[in-house]
């Protein structure tokens, strides 16, 4: 039985290496000889754990904080109220974990790049203390675009629709290796990114410009890419969401979607980006709380199901790597089983990660009870724990020190090399829809400017929002700007106001942010178009907003709101570079959505 499965895995392994030369992105894989010398290395760790570490190596949970071991009294009674503990060395200690997430905002553990390094450190430090010292594998969500964790002092990225409207593997693979860089200065060595999910369904609430756009293919290649630059800087990639959240109408967290492709449908568009991750060599993918049918017709939700997770990703597919939970806190996956069970069904699916529970004691003794029933056995136990010691031996935290350098930080997070690549990769994503008679670029002489609209704030600092950040960047090209933010929803008297800011400006920028069709937002583009001032409309991130606004002269999509996306797009309409992005998505017509308004590709140039 060993014997055919390591043929099997060999075979794999070489289908593997076949497939990533197509791409030009082969995973490093190492020889059976090697990895087994490797293994029985590991596995000397894990026989002197007793049962207890053994299962705190699988949890990865949240905590409030932005230091080890003296949070404030705020999120110290934050903890002990939610977790139980003051503190996350308490955290560690208490239940043997084997890694952590960072968030920022809400749980208050990222401020900047020098408290984030002293918070691994102590991280580690409560790790290294344990009865059997591992490190921890310290996670974040650091997608870029709409979905990113370290704003301040850390380089940011286009997102991955973006990164889609580029369409340049080389970008792509930059951007990986640029953010894994930054990650690992940090000593945060896995990353949950990039989206696999292959966005099909434009009123998709969830994935939407997460994904790199709706070509299977095309994602497949830049989510390829994504995870060469990502794992050649030392970071564990993360392919989501398994099978494949890209044509769901619900959101997972307060809901439990249906996919209903039929299996060949699924074959076609939802699996070739795990393939093309696969075959890059991804060390990790996250499953999805959804129901497929054409997979499981138990409909247990993916995270749960034996035959999505054993049947179709390890066996079919032939991924052995480690398979981490989306957060066991979404209603998505907590509608059938409480909280105790939520756990265990998944390490009997197949999951070896168990990310973000809703109750660390309910689910870690959950599992304990499960194990001591014999119910999960202690190999099967064993078998998730060195997957994931293989991937923190591979990122370097069991060779050597897991302790983070703050002068490496300086030197690396940050890094003007850094800021100028993503900014040239950003000019090279923002697309221009719409260009007639030539409005744009922006003449000479239309040198006073209104920016107005849709003005969200910035995923990581609410103190900048879109307008004035956006103003700003066209004042600092040379424009004389005033600003208005008018929001999402603006009412007759914020509408009044615009236009009356219109009067006497050469020139309208009009931001827009999820048009639908009752939106308020298209009232304020028709009436700024009846003042006759020139309008530039700017979708600040979902491309379908064109669908939804009429006859403007001019539109462009930068696909976010950040800072390297919104300066790159007001160096667009000033001139100062070309638009070169293509829409990665078709865009459907709003009064025919069986007609195509602008297909997938399409994108405008000022060159003649």
Not at 422 to 437: F, G, K, Q, S
Request: with cysteine.
């Amino acid at each position: 039985m060993q014997d055919r499965s390591l043929s099997r895995r060999t075979v794999l392994a070489s289908a593997t290496v076949v497939a990533a030369s197509a791409t030009g992105l082969v995973g490093v894989t190492a020889t059976p000889a090697v990895a087994h010398k490797r293994d029985n290395r590991l596995k000397k760790i894990i026989s002197k754990m007793s049962i207890e570490a053994k299962i705190g190596q699988l949890f990865v949970p949240y905590f409030y904080g932005a230091s080890a071991t003296s949070p404030s009294q705020f999120d110290q009674d934050r903890n002990l109220r939610e977790l139980g503990v003051r503190t996350v060395a308490e955290l560690i200690a208490k239940y043997h974990i084997g890694g952590v997430i960072y968030f920022s905002g809400w749980t208050n553990n990222i401020q900047d790049p020098r408290q984030i390094a002293d918070l691994t450190n102590g991280v580690q430090r409560a790790s290294l203390a344990l009865p059997t010292p591992v490190p921890s594998l310290i996670s974040i969500d650091q997608e870029h675009g709409v979905n990113v964790r370290i704003g301040s002092g850390a380089t940011q990225l286009p997102g991955a629709m973006a990164l889609g409207a580029g369409r340049s593997l080389s970008d792509a693979r930059t951007a990986g290796r640029i953010s894994g860089t930054e990650l690992a200065a940090l000593g945060i060595h896995q990353n949950f990114a990039p989206v696999a999910d292959v966005n099909v369904n434009p009123a998709n609430p969830i994935i939407n410009v997460r994904s790199f756009g709706a070509d299977a293919r095309e994602v497949g290649r830049m989510v390829a890419a994504q995870v060469t630059g990502y794992q050649q800087a030392g970071v564990v990639a993360c392919a989501k969401h398994f099978p494949g959240h890209g044509d769901t109408g619900e959101d997972s967290h307060t809901e439990l979607p249906v996919i209903t492709h039929t299996r060949e449908e699924w074959d076609r568009i939802d699996a070739p980006p795990f393939k093309a991750a696969i075959a890059a060599g991804v060390d990790s993918i996250m499953t999805a709380h959804l129901q497929v049918p054409a997979l499981d017709p138990s409909n247990e939700p993916a995270t749960l199901s034996p035959t999505i997770l054993q049947g179709v990703l390890r066996d079919e597919l032939g991924f052995d790597g480690v398979i981490v939970t989306d957060a066991l806190n979404m209603r998505g996956v907590r509608t059938k089983y409480g909280d105790d069970r939520v756990p265990v069904l998944a390490l009997k699916a197949g999951a070896d990660q168990l990310l973000f529970p809703p109750d660390i004691d309910v689910a870690y003794n959950g599992v304990l009870a499960a194990v001591r029933s014999g119910e999960i056995t202690e190999d099967r136990l064993d078998e998730s724990v060195l997957r994931i010691l293989r991937v923190k031996d591979k990122v370097g935290l069991l060779g050597g020190s897991p302790y983070i350098s703050p002068k490496e930080v300086d030197r690396v997070v940050g890094a003007r090399k850094h800021r100028l690549a993503a900014a040239r990769i950003a000019e090279r994503t923002t697309t221009l829809l719409v260009n007639e008679d030539e409005a744009l670029p922006l003449r000479r002489r239309q040198k006073k400017l209104l920016v107005v609209g849709a003005s969200p704030a910035f995923p990581t600092d609410d103190t900048r929002t879109t307008v004035p950040e956006l103003a700003r960047a066209f004042d600092e090209l040379g424009y004389s700007t005033t600003h208005l933010a008018t929001g999402r929803a603006p009412d007759a008297t914020k509408i009044d106001e615009a236009v009356a800011a219109a009067r006497g400006r050469d020139a309208v920028v009009v931001t827009t942010d999820n048009v639908g069709a009752t939106s308020s937002q298209r009232t304020l583009v028709s009436r700024l178009l009846a003042t006759g001032v020139p309008v530039v409309h700017l979708a600040v991130r979902n491309p379908y907003d064109i669908a939804h606004l009429g006859d403007v002269p001019a539109s462009l999509v930068s696909y976010c709101w950040t800072e390297v996306e919104l300066r790159a797009a007001a160096r667009v309409i000033a001139g100062r570079v070309e638009p070169r992005g293509k829409l990665p998505v078709p865009i459907q017509r709003a009064d025919d959505p069986t007609k195509v308004l602008f297909r997938s590709g399409h994108g405008l140039s000022y060159e003649h």
